[in-house]
């Protein structure tokens, strides 16, 4: 069984992101991050990354490429301050999805790698 499956599938990367860009929409500092006022495409594109990285359907490379985070997030300024929202939003959201405490710690200690690696300022 793949990661995938094993943290419930779609429904649950959908449930996950869903209540991480709720939080976006009303935190200043990771709203700036955003241009425009859709938020939809990005709540997308988070979604099919987080589903194909551990081992759902390969829809993220095949609409967009390889994911080549780092570039795809250079032209944001991501300093402390928003590594730190967006963990902290990132956090609310997972503990909202009541994941066993194995599969949380798994994916907590890949979005704090990741939001680490993202950090560019």
Do not use: C, K
Not at 3 to 27: K, M, N
Not at 49 to 74: I, K, N, V
Not at 83 to 93: E, F, G, I, V
């Amino acid at each position: 069984m793949t990661p995938y499956e094993q943290f419930g599938g779609e429904p649950f990367f959908a449930a996950l992101v869903a209540a991480f860009y709720a939080r976006v929409t009303t935190d200043p500092v990771l709203r700036a991050l955003y241009p425009g006022a859709d938020l939809g495409p990005a709540e997308e594109r988070l979604r099919l990354f987080l589903a194909q990285y551990w081992g759902g359907p390969g829809t993220y490379s095949e609409l967009r490429g390889p994911p080549r985070l780092r570039m795809r997030h250079a032209p944001f300024a991501i300093d402390q301050e928003a590594h730190d929202r967006w963990l902290l939003q990132m956090r609310a959201a997972l503990d909202e999805q009541r994941l066993e405490p194995d599969l949380d710690t798994v994916l907590w200690t890949y979005l704090v790698a990741a939001a680490a690696h993202l950090r560019n300022r």
